[in-house]
């Protein structure tokens, strides 16, 4: 990718200048650093059959599946998002997947759009690192400028018709004064994945090895430090995955959707 | 020791009942699981030339020394914990101490006060294991029905005068997401110590054997289980008993100040 704005850049300070940046083609990077203090999210998409059931998957789900926003069926726009917000052209790229295999990667749905699509918008941990930083706290994945450690675990989801599967989580590795404020932070935050579901002993949750994340990549975990997982919201990517659906569009990794929404106004307290 | 009444007395069901059979020598035993609902306090009383100092110290130590109320020098009276409260007859017996010897163990002290003397009330975990039980989480030396594991860590506190030494812990082991939510829940609390100081390694904070604390009973930490630490009302007492003060107070253990306050006025939120 190339990008003709750059991440710093003032006229993506905000929600709405960088998705019209992204829209325009202007900007066409990762999303990460963009429009600082706005909620970033994580989309699917997915015909208005399987819809019903995905929406009580995100119910039952809540710590994976955090639903920010939502569509009616063939409508392009989310407003509570973003009044301005086109979901077909407001993403850099996407990933179109057909019978569960990726048949696309297009950076707008103006060809692939259908009548009956409905998009789901699930908050993303961009917002609670956000807020961590904010504290004082190390992000090891962001310190070393690398994608944060992901792992299918044991933890079963809450099936809803046709949707189920294991949780995935993200690793952060924390000293354990840091996790205990870190769970403190991110308990405010239950819309953009809320408190840890997990914390030390990998091996209850089914991780055998930190070092082999299922997604993203390693980071170290010090002698001094405990790893604290939160729940991911790459559970329902997976779980699309594997009920293989007729037809489904997900946001490309690391360009997520931008809205208008502070993460400030996502806290509970 | 031997009780009148028992600590399950429906005359025993508040603050003030609970100290009025204390007075009286109704009731002589432990305090726990007495006028449940109620803020039970430590006590420390010291006399007047240190009382500054101390008083610092618990302001500089907040979660080992949740200062929940104190007197006025010489008076016996503190109004904030109970309007009928006497410090001199109100808790079942006290440790008397001259030059960091111990004296004596009265059931009052009409013998052994001064005018110079200030008391101090120190806010006690009853109130967050009641927090936590009410959710639902097993309190692991409640079950055993033993007194709760304590240890010297090599966290220093902040120093105030002679006041100075290493932060006690007590551990309470429970399960990753009951850890979690454990946090959630004492950091509600702040004036009874509120959220844990650490969590998982103990050997990080110079705890070198779970299996042998400095105070209180052992109690197993099971494969699927993670230490939790919170500060540690016996820290106030151990500095103290440090710097040997001419003459000090202390409540006997287990037997605690029962006061008028509710435990739920002391949640933050």
Redo the contacts between chains.
Sequence with gaps: MTAAASRDDSALANGLAARLAIRSGAYDGPTSGLARGYVQGNLAILPKALAGDFLRFCQLNPKPCPLIGMSAPGDWRVPELGADLDIRTDICRYRVWRDGALVGEPTDLNEVWRDDLVSFVLGCSFSFEEALMADGLEIRHITLDCTVPMFRTNIATAAAGPFHGPMVVSMRPMK??D??RA??IT?RFPAVHG???????PE?IGIQDLGKPDYGDAVPVRD?E?PVFWACGVTPQSVIATMRPEFSITHYPGCMLVTDRRNTEFAV?
């Design positions: 354990p004064a996790a205990i769970i403190q308990t408190a840890p579901v997990h914390i030390g002993k209850l001094d405990i307290l």
